[in-house]
């Protein structure tokens, strides 16, 4: 306790928000006023259309396109606050900004009554290469999943691999050259010769929500999805904090 109010006092933090000096006890990187202006979303969407839909019918208009029946996204990635906390997360790696990003993700599920739907679920995070993954320190899917996962009650499998180096979506704004960066950059993990996890059965009746921070184009999921459902699983979702 006396080291951290030394380093408080060497090291002054301050709200990403509003700029203002935080108080020692406050643990978060984001003031309780500035956090309270991330506005949740309302309700479940079709990545495609935008369409609220019900779950687990999907949009039947859009279903044939996607391999995903719908994306959970707690917030707008438009909102300054929000779009400084992934920033700083992603590309500062500060670790400890899994927890109130987590919490935005949590809150949300539970004001849109998606507790139960989400139940019995299994979070698989989207992978990193091993030299992002080192370079930052953490993949910041796993990261975000397991603390969902421990509220929802619900296991984080890693059942991904990324197989090939992409140019980071972020940095690209045409939808059909974000599709073509990402097409084949993931494949099952080597470590699954059968899609059966001994503690969980079989994955491929399994209900499966991919996470990650960011959904702009919904490329990501999109091809980490279609990997999937190559594979045998039928119903997947993507479960996001913030939508682009």
């Known amino acids: 306790m006396l080291k951290k109010i030394l380093l408080d006092l060497i090291f002054p933090r301050y709200c990403l928000g509003c700029e203002k000096e935080m108080a020692s006890k406050q643990s978060m990187l ?6 309270g202006k991330i506005a949740l979303n309302s309700g479940v969407q079709c990545h495609i ?7 687990p019918e999907g949009h039947k208009k859009c279903y044939k396109k996607t391999p995903l029946r719908g994306l959970f996204a707690a917030s707008q990635y438009e909102n300054p606050i929000l779009k400084e906390m992934i920033r700083q997360f992603k590309y500062q790696s ?29 979070l698989v995070p989207i992978p990193l290469t091993l030299k992002r993954k080192i370079n930052r320190g953490f993949n910041q899917s796993e990261l975000l999943a397991k603390e969902i996962g421990k509220f929802l009650n619900c ?46 059965g079989d994955l491929r009746n399994m ?11 919904g490329a990501t999921l999109e091809e980490a999805a279609m990997v999937l459902k190559q594979a045998g699983i039928k119903e997947i979702y993507g479960l996001v904090v913030a939508k682009g």
Do not use: H
């Open 207 to 217: 209900k499966v929500v991919l996470v990650d921070d960011v959904s702009t184009s």
């Open 30 to 35: 984001v003031c309780d006023a500035c956090f």
């Open 155 to 200: 296991p984080v499998i890693n059942l991904l691999k990324r197989k090939k180096f992409t140019s980071p979506q972020a940095e690209i704004s045409d939808w059909q050259q974000r599709k073509e960066n990402i097409s084949g950059a993931f494949c099952l993990s080597p470590k699954l010769s059968i899609l059966r996890i001994d503690s969980f």
């Open 49 to 55: 259309c935008g369409s609220r839909i019900s779950v």
């Open 94 to 122: 500060i670790e400890s900004l899994k927890k109130p990003l987590a919490e935005l993700v949590i809150a949300y599920v539970a004001k849109e009554f998606l507790i139960d739907k989400l139940s019995n679920s299994v």
